[in-house]
């Protein structure tokens, strides 16, 4: 069972920037891509980022291409998303995930709680 915790988020001004941990508890963590999803208020949650487990491969939904970056540590079991050029319309609750490589949620079996970045315009 890999628990996943979150951290970093926060308000911040559009155009700021935001990094997002994800610690894992288990050494385990090496052994799965890892991914990041979002629910925007009134919105179903969706993807945003994953990075497969050697960290060699990343993916990005189209709306955060060239302002997000995913990378992972595996000597740390973290994962990170570094947000820059922040805009209103990525306030959300920020999800780090752990599973198979793919953007589809039903493929990932480990979920944190969330942790909130709220970009004020």
């Known amino acids: 069972q890999v628990q996943l915790v979150e951290s970093g988020g926060g308000l911040v001004q559009a155009g700021g920037s935001l990094r997002l941990s994800c610690a894992a508890s288990e050494r385990t963590f090496r052994n799965y891509a890892m991914a990041w999803f979002r629910r925007a208020p009134g919105k179903e949650r969706e993807f945003v980022a994953a990075?497969?487990?050697?960290?060699?491969?990343?993916m990005y939904t189209d709306s955060v291409k060239g302002r997000f970056t995913i990378s992972r540590d595996n000597t740390k079991n973290t994962v990170f998303l570094q947000m820059n050029g922040l805009k209103p319309e990525d306030t959300a609750v920020y999800y780090c995930a752990a599973g198979t490589y793919t953007r589809l949620e039903h493929e990932y079996n480990y979920w944190g709680l969330g942790t909130q970045v709220t970009v004020s315009s």
């Open positions: 990075i497969s487990w050697s960290g060699g491969f990343s």
